[in-house]
C-alpha cells in the first residue's frame, strides 16, 4: 500500500505564495501520476493539477498561468507552486497518485492524502 504526506499549507495574504509537497511512500510500486485537487467549503472537489510519470501536465483553467505542479520521480514527491495566490484559491488541498505495485502493474490503484489547508486572506 501507498501513503501520501501532504505538507506546506497554511495562511498567506493575497498576492502571496506557498509550496505544497505530497511525498509517497510504501514498497515495491511505481506512480503513474500525481495530482492535487482542492475542495473549498460547500464546493465539490475539484482538479487543480496533474503530472505524469513522464512529465506531461494538466492544469485547472482557474490556476493556469500562476500555479506550477513538478514531481521528484526518485522520491516520489509531487510538488505544487502556488503563485499570485487570490482568496478564491481557500481550499483544503489534497493530493492524488494512482499507482501499482511491481508485482501487478495492470492493477492500478488511487490514493489520496489527508489535506493540507490553504487559506488565503483578502
Known amino acids: 500500500q501507498v501513503q501520501l504526506v501532504e505538507s506546506g499549507g497554511g495562511l498567506v495574504q493575497a498576492g502571496g505564495s506557498l509550496r505544497l509537497s505530497c511525498a509517497a511512500s510504501?514498497?515495491?510500486?511505481?506512480?503513474?501520476?500525481m495530482g492535487w485537487y482542492r475542495q473549498a467549503p460547500g464546493k465539490q472537489r475539484e482538479l487543480v493539477a496533474s503530472?505524469?510519470?513522464?512529465?506531461?501536465?494538466d492544469y485547472a483553467a482557474s490556476v493556469k498561468g500562476r500555479f506550477t505542479i513538478s514531481r521528484d520521480n526518485a522520491k516520489n514527491t509531487a510538488y505544487l507552486q502556488m503563485n499570485s495566490l487570490k482568496p478564491e484559491d481557500t481550499a483544503v488541498y489534497y493530493c492524488n497518485a494512482r499507482w501499482y505495485s511491481e508485482s501487478l502493474p495492470w492493477n492500478i490503484m488511487n490514493t489520496w492524502g489527508k489535506g493540507t489547508l490553504v487559506t488565503v486572506s483578502a
Open positions: 503530472i505524469t510519470s513522464g512529465g506531461t501536465t
Open positions: 510504501g514498497n515495491n510500486f511505481a506512480i503513474n501520476s
